[in-house]
């Protein structure tokens, strides 16, 4: 019993799930905008391409559609960006209304993307605003291949693709006349938390990172939940599995999805699971383009994330990062995991918290912090008021200087 619901888990944040064929046409049959009805749209740099360029290639919905409400102290737009596989990303931009924020002329900036399987609508776009409203420049961008964002074919992942999907919301921030350069930091959430620090092991633009309720996504691919399946037999037959789903998906000329959160919710269901169904299947936070809330990533998706591995030299991040996770999250291995290989110390995390105060550990400028009583997905929103945003406030404040 408890390997189905794993399995059904592994889906929604592993490696499996979504349209391949025709998924445009499936996006705007769920509402997305027409083309005549598209917001206002930024681009990069005149230099690299312009707007009517990006306004061709993306189908970007004019109305508010995001899963929490618009907030009166920042300015929205979309905007888009290429990465250096030439695939555009589309992503919502918060400024900040108070203008005293600058500093010489420029606010400090923030790149956020996650969970994995989500869209820019949910989670990374509520982080985003939040920290605009605290003084930052902020983008949410959807990852490669998903959402409102370029690629096919679609609802694919890659840890080198969407490891440069940050680095290319730093290309694009970094040339912004109204932000400051040598200012900005990036939050990955759940599956983009491991991307986001892949990400500062190689661009030392980054000047700080946040990962919250982060997962490693290569080893849950590669060994299985809390490392049941690392061995050899197991990943060959893994292997296996994803061949023969590949070799189907070329003869069918389409490819398979595996499925987002399990619906309808079994009784008997593992409360992580729950976790995840009360928030990508019910009003809390459902999208219409979220990978998570319908079909899920490609079945073949796995491919990459089970041949590379992600923080390969998170141990060389010389700038600061915070991990933050929750007490009850069954992820949170992957975050002590992620802190143990970037300070070569062991997190000891107590087995019983201080249900009044969060618990860190600092080892140099790497922290990692752990909310009591939270889940992971507690960290996804605002329903529970778990989400530490003045830690991060003063995090980035600090580090962001």
């Known amino acids: 019993m408890k390997s189905r619901f794993l399995k059904a888990a592994f889906a929604v944040v592993s490696a499996c799930t979504l349209m391949a064929c025709c998924p445009e046409k499936e996006n705007n049959t769920q509402g997305a905008a027409t083309p005549a009805a598209q917001p206002a749209t930024e681009t990069a740099s005149a230099a690299q391409q312009t707007k009517d360029e990006n306004m061709n290639k993306l189908t970007l919905t004019a109305e508010w559609d995001k899963v929490f409400p618009k907030s009166d102290k920042v300015e929205h737009s979309k905007v888009t960006f290429k990465n250096h596989f030439g695939i555009e990303l589309a992503a919502d931009m918060f400024v900040p209304k108070d203008t005293s924020l600058k500093v010489n002329g420029k606010f400090p900036a923030i790149a956020v993307s996650g969970p994995f399987g989500a869209v820019k609508e949910q989670s990374s776009g509520l982080y985003a605003q939040h920290m605009a409203e605290r003084g930052f420049l902020t983008i949410a961008f959807d990852p490669s291949f998903t959402g409102e964002s370029g690629g096919e074919p679609r609802y694919m992942n890659s840890p080198d693709i969407n490891t440069e999907d940050f680095m290319a919301s730093v290309d694009f921030l970094s040339t912004r006349d109204n932000v400051d350069p040598e200012r900005i930091g990036i939050i990955g959430i759940c599956g983009w938390g491991g991307m986001a620090i892949n990400a500062a092991g190689i661009d030392t633009r980054v000047k700080a990172t946040v990962a919250s309720t982060m997962y490693d996504m290569s080893r849950v691919t590669a060994n299985g939940y809390f490392d049941s399946a690392n061995n050899a037999d197991a990943r060959n037959e893994a292997r296996k599995a994803l061949m023969a789903q590949r070799t189907k998906d070329f003869k069918n000329g389409t490819y398979d999805l595996a499925g987002g959160v399990i619906d309808p919710l079994p009784d008997d269901a593992p409360y992580f699971v729950k976790d995840y169904y009360t928030y990508y299947?019910?009003?809390?936070?459902?999208?219409?383009?979220?990978?998570?809330?319908?079909?899920?990533?490609?079945?073949?998706?796995?491919?990459?994330?089970?041949?590379?591995?992600?923080?390969?030299?998170?141990?060389?991040?010389?700038?600061?990062?915070?991990?933050?996770?929750?007490?009850?999250?069954?992820?949170?291995?992957?975050?002590?995991?992620?802190?143990?290989?970037?300070?070569?110390?062991?997190?000891?995390?107590?087995?019983?918290?201080?249900?009044?105060?969060?618990?860190s550990k600092t080892v140099g400028n790497k922290e990692l912090l752990v909310i009591p009583g939270a889940s992971h997905v507690d960290l996804y929103d605002d329903v529970n008021g778990r989400i530490p945003y003045d830690k991060m406030e003063e995090f980035f404040k600090t580090n962001l200087k």
């Open 281 to 359: 299947k019910t009003p809390r936070g459902y999208h219409k383009r979220s990978l998570n809330s319908n079909k899920g990533w490609a079945a073949s998706a796995g491919t990459s994330l089970l041949n590379t591995k992600l923080l390969a030299y998170a141990d060389e991040i010389r700038n600061p990062v915070l991990i933050i996770h929750g007490e009850k999250a069954y992820s949170r291995y992957f975050g002590e995991g992620a802190f143990e290989k970037m300070t070569g110390k062991k997190a000891n995390v107590p087995a019983k918290l201080d249900a009044t105060k969060n618990w």
